[in-house]
């Protein structure tokens, strides 16, 4: 399933885990530049990635998911 990056959530709460993209994506198991990709794109990605982008920031998939579009 394909969803809707909040890219804007996903930066705020990396940033407020003093994380960096780097550091996202070694705990995520992505690429840096697909992190990268989902902070700074309107985008659609599987659901599983961002689930593991979630578990690597310890917070709910649900908060990055853009609702509205």
Known sequence: MMVN??????QNER???GMSRYKLSLLSGLASNA??????KKQKVSFVRL?????ALNCDVNKLIDKEN
């Open 51 to 55: 689930q593991a982008v979630a578990k």
């Open 35 to 40: 992190v990268f990709r989902m902070e700074t």
């Open 5 to 10: 990056v909040n890219a804007e959530k996903l």
């Open 15 to 17: 940033v407020s885990k």
